[in-house]
Structure formats: structure tokens, C-alpha cells
């Protein structure tokens, strides 16, 4: 994926199996947001995107989302000026090939995070955790198989990333969907992650085990540092 | 919700009976019932334009070219080929969908500003075309004259009695302004807010935006073909100047000062605009000039046009009544 001659994401070639947390982290600039929206039909990559062992690379957003891949934004992205309850009604609206199942959808979506009795508030008013929690909800009411995270707990107090945090693992063992994760705290994504990627300037620096890769000695020197090598 | 829902049906439905009762009080006065059928008719097509500005937030100039085309259209059939003036006006809307759907497949692959050009470009082309194309029958500059009435089981309505006329456009008012009314409150609408909020945030949500504008356009571009279609039967004429910038901007001013994307804004505005208009007309040249100048105040001054000043108020009176009612509780 390049932008005028900048590569930001270059010959990157990875898989992810059904039903694992897969964690991404690398340096700021390392490609990771840019992969997820090759992923979800935003940008049209050079190289191809499978996903069930069929050829999404050409699909637009909201095919994506049709075939069963949702996202989350690091900056959250809402509509702000929708009821809490909107939002996810057109996660399950638009997001569901079924219009059947819509309804159940957005209630089933509002109690797995936890807004039930929040459903009227409108979106903008919210705080930031509540935000992110409706993102995800919106995302959920689509009924995906893979879900994207991009950096979920970016801003949020401890407490508040240990809630979310229990939510991702809920997403992957309750909802069954498989997750892919980028986060900067190597503490929370070893502790999520099944496996990992580290990218560095779009090019995987190694894949495997959280122990694998946070005790490889590149990844130590192009991302982690020294400071943490028994991280 | 509910209870809220019911009172807008309630009252919706006495203004509905108000405005059928309407003539019995009006009686002899022609130039009051013709006003009112202009209402009627001009409040549908700011409304239609107000469903692609307003809500799909398309900039879209090509309005009176969809209105000139259902026009065109219902006289050449009518007059050429004896076409019944009812099949005129569909076939007039069909026309405006056809071309509507062509000009939204080439320019919403752009946006913004680019897309108020190219369906301006559509406009502009128009008098051009008509004038280049007499010979096949569309009256050149001099346009078209006497463009037969409607008539209905053998009743011709006719321009000295508007009683008829006056049903027939309100009657046509009230499908067109149920259909806009409908699309915005259905899941339509709700995809064009989401889509105004945070596009990326709607596309990975599975709101497909191109097919959404196209449909919304082309249904816009049908109402207001079929309207310029029965405009031209009313008034029995039609020329280029059907695209004259006066039209233009007359429901223009309509849509901006009743208050963009605030439904029932732009059919309020053509009430207001339609009589301010009429009442203007003694100043002559300066009727543009003060009809212009309203508009460049209600946008300085006020966004949201006169339903911005409801909702204004309403904001008001409830943090009045808030306030009342936290202090009763201390």
C-alpha cells in the first residue's frame, strides 16, 4: 500500500487463524492503522486480502462489513448526534444482510457492553469510555467473525482499561469472533493476544507467541527497547 | 415518542383540513387561489431539493433543469403528439429520473463544491440545448404556448374557475410531501445523519453512500419532473426562461430561509417566500434585490432558518421550564 512514493504498508504477508486474538504493535508510523483500512475496503492494496479463503481485496467498506469484518477507530468515531441506541441500530441495520434479526441485533449488542439504560443518550455528550463502548457495540451489532481493534484502550484510566479489556477477551470467547488488536501497552496486548505481529516501517519484524516475540532480540532493538527486555 | 408522534399526526391532519376548507373562504378571489396553488406547487419542489441539499448534503444545482425537463417534456407530448396530460406528467418525471440518474452517476464519483458544478453544468446546457433543438419540436426561445389543461372524465380545468385546480395541486402536494416526509424519517434518513456524523464510521458500518445518494437523487429528480410537468399545465406556457436565474433562486430563497434539512423548512419557506413575493411586487427591480438580501441575513443570522427559530425557542422555554422545575425541588 503506497501513498505518491511512500510504502507505508511493503510486502507484508501474515495470516490470521479463526478464532485467535491476534495482536499488532510497532513504532508510531509503522503501517498498523494503514492495515486496517487495507483490510476493511478502505484503500486499494497492490497485493491481495483474504478472508474464508475468498479475494476481498477489491470490496468497498461496507461490502466488508457485509461479508462479516467490523472495525473499531483509534479516535473514536461516532454519531454524535444520534441516541446511543442509533448508533448501534445502524451497525444492525445496515451491517445485517438479514433485516429480521436487526432488532435483536442492537439489543443483544447494547447489553453485551453494558449500555443498556444509556440507550437515549445522544452519542456526543458522551465521555470517552462510553464512547468507545458504543463504537464497539455498533461493530457487534453487525454480528461480524472478525473483528478489528485499533489501539481500544488508547486513553482510558486503569480501571477502565481493565474493563475493556475483559470486553475483548468477552468479544473472543462468548461472541466466538476472532480479533485482530493493535496496541502500543505490551502489557495489555501479551496478555490478549493468542500471537502477535511487530510491524516496523510496513514490514514485519516477526510473528509468533507473546514470550516469542517480546524475547526477540529485533523486535527488542527496533521497538521495545532495552528497558524491557524482561517485559 | 409515541404520544409526540401522535400529536404531529393530529396536527398534520387539521392543517390538511384547514387547507381543503380553504376555498370556501377564499370564494371570488383569483389571485389569492392561485397563490396558493403556487404554494403548493413550489413547496414540493423546495422540498424535494431540500431532501438532496438538506439531508444527503449533495450540493446539487441541477434542480430547475429537472423541474424544465418534466416540463418540456408533458408540452411536447401533449402538444406533438396528443399525448393525455396525465401520462405527460409521469413520462415528464421519468425523463428527470433518467437524467437525474445519469448527471449522479457521473459527478458523485467527485464532491462538494465539484459536484454543485457538474450538476450546474446541467443547468446551464438546458437553454442552449432547447434553443439548438427547435426543429424537433421544443419552440426554440419562443418556447411553447398553449399547452392544453388537464381534464378529468371529460371536465377540462380551466383557468378562469381554479377551484378544480386548487384540489388537484393540493392533492398532488400531499403524496409528494408524504413521500419526502417518509424517506426522512425512514432508515434512509438514518443513514444520511450517519453519514453526515462520521463517513468512515457509516461505510464500516455497511452504509453503502453511492447507491444511497443515487436513490435519494433519482426520487428528488421524479417529484420535480412530475411538478414541472404540472406547472406547465397550469400555466399553459413554457419557455427557457424556465431556467432564468429568477425561478432559481426564488426556491432557492424558499429552501434557505424556511431552514435547510429541517423538514417542514422548505415548504414553510415557499408559503412565506411565495407571498412575500407577491406582496413585493409593486417595488419592482428591488424585489430581487430585497428577496436577496433576506437571504444573505437568514444565513448570517439565522442558521437554521425560521424551524431554527422554533427549535430555538423550544430550547429555550424547556431550559425555562428546567430551571422551574430544579428549583421547585430545592
Keep these: ?231 | 415518542m409515541v404520544s409526540g408522534s401522535k400529536t404531529k399526526w393530529y396536527s398534520a391532519c387539521a392543517v390538511l383540513a384547514a387547507l381543503c376548507l380553504l376555498p370556501l373562504a377564499i370564494k371570488d378571489d383569483r389571485h389569492l387561489m392561485h397563490l396558493l396553488i403556487l404554494c403548493y406547487m413550489y413547496a414540493v419542489v423546495a422540498a424535494a431539493w431540500d431532501l438532496i441539499m438538506g439531508y444527503a448534503r449533495v450540493l446539487s444545482y441541477a434542480q430547475m433543469a429537472f423541474l424544465a425537463l418534466g416540463a418540456y417534456t408533458t408540452a411536447m407530448l401533449t402538444l406533438h403528439l396528443n399525448s393525455s396530460p396525465w401520462l405527460g406528467m409521469l413520462a415528464g418525471g421519468a425523463v428527470a429520473t433518467v437524467i437525474g440518474l445519469a448527471i449522479g452517476l457521473v459527478s458523485f464519483r467527485l464532491r462538494g463544491i465539484y459536484v454543485g458544478m457538474a450538476t450546474l453544468a446541467l443547468h446551464i446546457v438546458l437553454p442552449t440545448l432547447i434553443r439548438a433543438t427547435r426543429p424537433w419540436g421544443t419552440g426554440g426561445s419562443y418556447g411553447l404556448t398553449d399547452v392544453p389543461s388537464v381534464t378529468v372524465g371529460g371536465y377540462m380545468f380551466s383557468n378562469l374557475y381554479l377551484v378544480p385546480w386548487y384540489y388537484l395541486a393540493l392533492g398532488i402536494f400531499v403524496i409528494f410531501i408524504s413521500i419526502i416526509y417518509f424517506i426522512i424519517r425512514s432508515t434512509y434518513g438514518l443513514a444520511f445523519v450517519a453519514l453526515r456524523d462520521s463517513e468512515a464510521f457509516a461505510k464500516s458500518l455497511g452504509i453503502h453512500h453511492f447507491r444511497f445518494l443515487l436513490t435519494v437523487f433519482a426520487i428528488s429528480a421524479f417529484v420535480t419532473g412530475v411538478m414541472g410537468a404540472v406547472y406547465t399545465h397550469y400555466i399553459g406556457v413554457v419557455s427557457p426562461s424556465i431556467l432564468g436565474l429568477d425561478m432559481f433562486l426564488l426556491i432557492y430563497i424558499m429552501v434557505m430561509v424556511g431552514g435547510l434539512g429541517r423538514f417542514p423548512g422548505a415548504i414553510i419557506g415557499a408559503f412565506v417566500v411565495v407571498f412575500l413575493n407577491d406582496s413585493l411586487i409593486v417595488l419592482k427591480e428591488f424585489r430581487l434585490v430585497i428577496l436577496g438580501s433576506l437571504v444573505v441575513a437568514v444565513m448570517i443570522l439565522l442558521r437554521g432558518g425560521l424551524m431554527g427559530i422554533g427549535e430555538h425557542l423550544v430550547r429555550l422555554v424547556g431550559r425555562r421550564v428546567f430551571r422551574g422545575s430544579r428549583q421547585q425541588e430545592h
Design chain 1, 1 to 231: 500500500m503506497c501513498f505518491g512514493l511512500l510504502a507505508a504498508v511493503d510486502s507484508l504477508d501474515f495470516e490470521v487463524e479463526e478464532g485467535e486474538v491476534f495482536g499488532i504493535a510497532g513504532p508510531n508510523g509503522a503501517g498498523k492503522t494503514t492495515l486496517f483500512n487495507v483490510i476493511a475496503g478502505v484503500y486499494r492494496p497492490t497485493g491481495a486480502v483474504f478472508f474464508e479463503n475468498k479475494n476481498i481485496t477489491n470490496l468497498r467498506a461496507d461490502e466488508v462489513c457485509r461479508r462479516g469484518i467490523a472495525r473499531t477507530f483509534q479516535i473514536p468515531q461516532l454519531f454524535h448526534t444520534l441516541s446511543i441506541s442509533d448508533n448501534v441500530r445502524v451497525g444492525a441495520h445496515f451491517g445485517n444482510t438479514d433485516r429480521r434479526r436487526v432488532n435483536d441485533a442492537m439489543e443483544h449488542a447494547l447489553a453485551f457492553v453494558g449500555l443498556q439504560g444509556k440507550e437515549g443518550i445522544t452519542a456526543g455528550s458522551l465521555n470517552l469510555y462510553d464512547k468507545k463502548l458504543t463504537m464497539l457495540a455498533a461493530a457487534i451489532a453487525t454480528t461480524p467473525k472478525l473483528m478489528l481493534l485499533d489501539e481500544p484502550i488508547g486513553g482510558l484510566s486503569p480501571t477502565e482499561t481493565r474493563d475493556f479489556v475483559l470486553l475483548v477477551e468477552k468479544v473472543n470467547a462468548e461472541l466466538g469472533m476472532t480479533v485482530v488488536v493493535i496496541e502500543h501497552l505490551m502489557k495489555v496486548l501479551t496478555r490478549l493476544s493468542h500471537r502477535m505481529m511487530i510491524l516496523e516501517n510496513g514490514k514485519k519484524v516477526c510473528v509468533g507467541t507473546p514470550s516469542d516475540v517480546t524475547c526477540d532480540q529485533r523486535v527488542i532493538d527496533c521497538y521495545l527497547g532495552r528497558g524491557n527486555k524482561h517485559a
